[in-house]
């Protein structure tokens, strides 16, 4: 729980960082439609959410900062019973003016006279530019003779960064429902169930714990299907001798978790999968280790790729000298992508990893990323010795930096062969 005086110190920040004589707008979230009158699951706009904690869709933060003061201001959806029969219960100004420590709440259907009478006064304006189209139009009616239009996302996304103490507790309780998921998920493989059948056991876990949602779509890719990076077809049988690369992560109170790791089918690994597994692991730990204040993202990444490369070459699948390989980027076929990134709201948070002068932002206390070394070597792939094609292994753990080093937040998740063997045969 993130109680409102976080919110609203959250909103202090962002408009001490706006210029003066400015206007700042946030939207929520629309819903998107499905098809006809269906509509896919809501979630709010993760900007406006880390700034309000409203979750309603229809609604607007305005923050007005003149010569005189700032002023936060929030438009919500006034109460309709009409509406609320079909839609569900809303807040309406009242209890909002309650609940949320801004200055002054409207209904949404006055948005457009306030701004006109906020905007009069202002030289710039603040707004999302990845706006869609709709709203970014309206705004732009309203917005005629300002000269300055600037985004506001990035000011956001930079505040992000950095977790405060209850936005761990969250990632922690999303990572704690998560580990359930997966433990659940090694002890319910067994040949001839399908990959969709496994994905539901995760999925129910996440529900069944508190987590509404996942935190992006669980992949669950049997045997050659873990070489798909972003395989969500989950519809094939688990086929025995095979291991199960499962990332999966719930999302509990819009805080995500985002975790990988490979089981075998039928609970046993073989000699074969050991040896890649076992390798990529080594990695990892390694690279958890090297996490601390001021250490560069980019440099976890070039040594986790070294450290890959050496491992590929000394099992046989790459041949030849590791740092030549590395210049000639022939790892880079087993292994295309990064060692992890930032997460908290988002699964892949929209935080930056450069300042504006191009320059990388160093790991700092607070942060949380992940980290997910990996190997893909394809079933076709004649290049590389028979036994290990086929196999993709991928493992992920969401990593806090802290004042001294690291925590690593997913560390009960089972992930040596000796844990996943044991829960997978319990
Ligand atoms: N689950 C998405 C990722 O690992 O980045
Ligand atoms: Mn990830
Ligand atoms: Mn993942």
Same mark, same amino acid.
């Given at each position: 729980?993130? #109680?409102?005086?976080?919110?609203?110190?959250?909103?202090?920040?962002?408009?001490?960082?706006?210029?003066?004589?400015?206007?700042?707008?946030?939207?929520?979230?629309?819903?998107?439609?499905?098809?006809?009158?269906?509509?896919?699951?809501?979630?709010?706009?993760?900007?406006?959410?880390?700034?309000?904690?409203?979750?309603?869709?229809?609604?607007?933060?305005? *923050?007005?900062?003149?010569?005189?003061?700032? !002023?936060?201001?929030?438009?919500?959806?006034?109460?309709? !019973?009409?509406?609320?029969?079909?839609?569900? !219960?809303?807040?309406? @100004?009242?209890?909002?003016?309650?609940?949320?420590?801004?200055?002054?709440?409207?209904?949404?259907?006055?948005?457009? @006279?306030?701004?006109?009478?906020?905007?009069?006064?202002?030289?710039?304006? &603040?707004?999302?530019?990845?706006?869609?189209?709709?709203?970014?139009?309206?705004?732009?009616? &309203?917005?005629?003779?300002?000269?300055?239009?600037?985004?506001?996302?990035?000011?956001?996304?930079?505040?992000?960064?950095?977790?405060?103490?209850?936005?761990?507790?969250?990632?922690?309780?999303?990572?704690? *429902?998560?580990?359930?998921?997966?433990?659940?998920? +090694?002890?319910?493989?067994?040949?001839?169930?399908?990959?969709?059948?496994?994905?539901?056991?995760?999925?129910?876990?996440?529900?069944?714990? #508190?987590?509404?949602?996942?935190? /992006?779509?669980?992949?669950?890719?049997? #045997?050659?299907?873990?070489?798909?990076?972003?395989?969500?077809?989950?519809?094939?049988?688990?086929?025995?001798?095979?291991?199960?690369?499962?990332?999966?992560?719930?999302?509990?109170?819009?805080?995500?978790?985002?975790?990988?790791?490979?089981?075998?089918?039928?609970?046993?690994?073989?000699?074969?999968?050991?040896?890649?597994?076992?390798?990529?692991?080594?990695?990892?730990?390694?690279?958890? @280790?090297?996490?601390?204040?001021? +250490?560069?993202?980019?440099?976890?990444?070039?040594?986790?790729?070294?450290?890959?490369?050496?491992? +590929?070459?000394?099992?046989?699948?790459?041949?030849?000298? /590791?740092?030549?390989? *590395?210049?000639?980027?022939?790892? !880079?076929?087993? &292994?295309?992508?990064?060692?992890?990134?930032? +997460?908290?709201?988002?699964?892949?948070?929209?935080?930056?990893?450069?300042?504006?002068?191009?320059?990388?932002?160093?790991?700092?206390?607070?942060?949380?990323?992940?980290?997910?070394?990996?190997?893909?070597?394809?079933?076709?792939?004649?290049?590389?010795?028979?036994?290990?094609?086929?196999?993709?292994?991928?493992?992920?753990?969401?990593?806090?930096?802290?004042?001294? #080093? &690291?925590?690593?937040?997913?560390?009960?998740?089972?992930?040596? *062969?000796?844990?996943? @063997?044991?829960?997978?045969?319990?």
């Amino acid at each position: 729980m993130i #109680g409102q005086k976080e919110y609203k110190k959250r909103r202090d920040k962002l408009a001490k960082s706006l210029s003066e004589n400015s206007v700042g707008i946030l939207f929520s979230a629309s819903y998107r439609p499905r098809s006809n009158d269906t509509e896919y699951p809501y979630r709010q706009n993760s900007n406006f959410y880390y700034l309000t904690s409203f979750k309603e869709d229809n609604s607007c933060l305005v *923050i007005v900062k003149t010569t005189k003061g700032v !002023k936060t201001i929030l438009f919500v959806q006034a109460k309709d !019973k009409q509406k609320e029969l079909w839609n569900g !219960k809303r807040l309406g @100004e009242k209890e909002a003016e309650k609940i949320f420590l801004v200055d002054e709440v409207y209904a949404i259907t006055n948005l457009e @006279e306030k701004l006109k009478k906020f905007l009069q006064t202002s030289k710039n304006l &603040y707004f999302d530019f990845g706006l869609e189209y709709s709203k970014m139009k309206v705004l732009k009616r &309203y917005a005629k003779g300002i000269a300055v239009h600037q985004n506001i996302a990035p000011l956001v996304n930079e505040m992000r960064l950095i977790k405060s103490v209850a936005e761990i507790a969250l990632i922690k309780k999303a990572i704690n *429902i998560t580990k359930k998921a997966h433990h659940k998920a +090694m002890s319910f493989s067994k040949a001839n169930k399908n990959e969709y059948e496994l994905q539901a056991e995760i999925e129910h876990v996440f529900k069944s714990n #508190g987590a509404y949602s996942d935190a /992006y779509t669980s992949i669950v890719a049997c #045997g050659n299907s873990a070489n798909t990076l972003h395989y969500i077809e989950n519809n094939k049988p688990l086929q025995d001798n095979e291991l199960i690369l499962i990332d999966a992560g719930c999302e509990y109170e819009y805080y995500a978790s985002d975790i990988t790791r490979c089981i075998p089918v039928n609970g046993k690994f073989t000699e074969v999968q050991k040896e890649l597994y076992n390798m990529v692991l080594d990695v990892e730990l390694k690279i958890i @280790e090297m996490i601390k204040p001021n +250490m560069l993202r980019n440099d976890l990444q070039k040594k986790s790729e070294e450290l890959l490369c050496q491992g +590929m070459v000394k099992l046989g699948i790459l041949k030849g000298n /590791y740092k030549k390989l *590395i210049k000639k980027q022939e790892h !880079k076929k087993f &292994y295309p992508h990064g060692i992890g990134h930032w +997460m908290g709201i988002d699964v892949h948070d929209e935080c930056p990893y450069k300042y504006d002068n191009g320059d990388e932002i160093p790991l700092r206390k607070g942060m949380v990323l992940t980290i997910e070394p990996a190997i893909y070597i394809d079933k076709d792939d004649k290049s590389v010795p028979k036994k290990y094609r086929g196999i993709g292994i991928r493992i992920e753990d969401d990593i806090l930096v802290t004042k001294e #080093g &690291y925590v690593n937040l997913s560390y009960e998740i089972a992930k040596s *062969i000796e844990e996943i @063997e044991s829960l997978s045969l319990s």
